[in-house]
């Protein structure tokens, strides 16, 4: 098996235990449920840098990138810098995140939160909503295109955008449909988690100018997001580079000063 074959297995674990302990109903009481969300999409298109900062503990590849640094001091210091939008890591197994974490970042900022998960049912769109999330992560090639159709209709319905993540040219051609406003690559190869930017600069073209194109993963510097940018990016989701360093936001705050924005 490889890392991504054991997340998933892991993933569908945890939420066949969730599902038997807490009803929906009971995530549809959050106070945040009814909440009006906020475009990422819109934020994407309106922005100079197009930057999405993430909070990230831990992953397989790297074992720990920070752990001193709480959710709420990140989340402002993004805030400080000026990101588009904010993404936070809820899988606790192999990233050391929770849903805590997202309602946390909910309670300290405005701007637009993405809830980085494998979502592989139902159930997580409801509870991404109820813990504060405008953004969910579907990754094609965990989900089959009935899947992602499913829940994506029910993301709209939630006004949850959804970010569609791909890696090659298939899981781009069975994952487009209508109702995504946007597809990111994904530079890291989640089966061996090798990175490559040639993968975002490869599928560029490909995919309609009708999506708001992100690219991520393995943007560790100013040029390689001013080189996707021309190949027609708006969006950036960067991690482990921000993360990695004592402060995140003065991390995120001199990289958007380099790019001019």
Known sequence: MDILDKIVLQKKKEVALKKSLLPTSQLEASVLFNRETTSLSN?????NSGIIAEFKRRSPSKSVINSTSTVQEVAQGYAAAGVCGMSVLTDGHFFGGSLEDLLLARATVNMPLLRKEFIIDEFQLIEA????????LLIASVLSREEIKKFLDLANQLQLEVLLEVHNEQELEHALMPGLSMIGVNNRNLKNFEVSLDTSRHLASMIPDEF???SESGLSNSEAVLSLRKE?????LIGESFMASADPGLS??????KLGA
């Open 129 to 136: 909503k109820a813990y504060g999330a405008d953004v969910v």
């Open 212 to 214: 708001v194109k992100i």
């Open 232 to 236: 027609g990016y708006q969006g950036f």
């Open 43 to 47: 934020a994407l298109k309106n922005s």
């Open 252 to 257: 995120a705050t001199a990289f958007i000063k």
